[in-house]
């Protein structure tokens, strides 16, 4: 089956450092990644939409400056939470799904990060 | 903006006992995936539904999609504690992107 890895599972760090998280697929090509962050027992929210090659699209709300998202590659999403601070805590989703933007093949999630910011 | 609303948020039953989890929306969806979330973990794909009036089955797990393709449900047979976890349904929308239910956290008590 599909396998996304998402790395590192778990992030601390002091306030005002920049952090990066990676979300790969490992078995197959993934045109399009997607962002979520979620609250503790609460649902997944989409913060964007990355696409190989090109700029990723930015949910309402969120700030592409503290969201820098790179796709260079099929296979490797990063996301950089720029100046981290507290509020920035939370669970940091990725996942990863074969076709184009408008594919109805299914999404494919990683394990997810847990930053937490001192 | 397509809206999930999930049902119950919370259900907290003895093993044995049935269950259903609703998904209803206003919007048509393309396809609806039902997940189950453990604690620390993502998100893991139960089924995709994807014809209207679909009905699946996976053990004691029978998931419907809506004629309209604007609702679903999750039906647990038995259940048992090893159910016990965060679950979602995601409707796909025209764009690809996932819209997700507020989820429904189910505790089994043996």
Known sequence: ?118 | TQLLEQSPQFLSIQEGENLTVYCNSSSVFSSLQWYRQEPGEGPVLLVTVVTGGEVKKLKRLTFQFGDARKDSSLHITAAQPGDTGLYLCAGTTSYGKLTFGQGTILTVHP
């Open chain 1, 1 to 118: 089956g599909a396998v996304v890895s998402q790395h590192p599972s778990r992030v601390i760090c002091k306030s005002g450092t920049s952090v990066k998280i990676e979300c790969r697929s490992l078995d197959f090509q993934a045109t399009t990644m997607f962002w979520y962050r979620q609250f503790p027992k609460q649902s997944l929210m989409l913060m964007a939409t990355s696409n190989e090659g090109s700029k990723a699209t930015y949910e309402q709300g969120v700030e592409k400056d503290k969201f820098l998202i790179n796709h260079a590659s099929l296979t490797l999403s990063t996301l950089t939470v720029t100046s981290a601070h507290p509020e920035d805590s939370s669970f940091y989703i990725c996942s990863a799904r074969e076709g184009t933007v408008h594919s109805n093949q299914p999404q494919h999630f990683g394990d997810g990060t847990r930053l937490s910011i001192l």
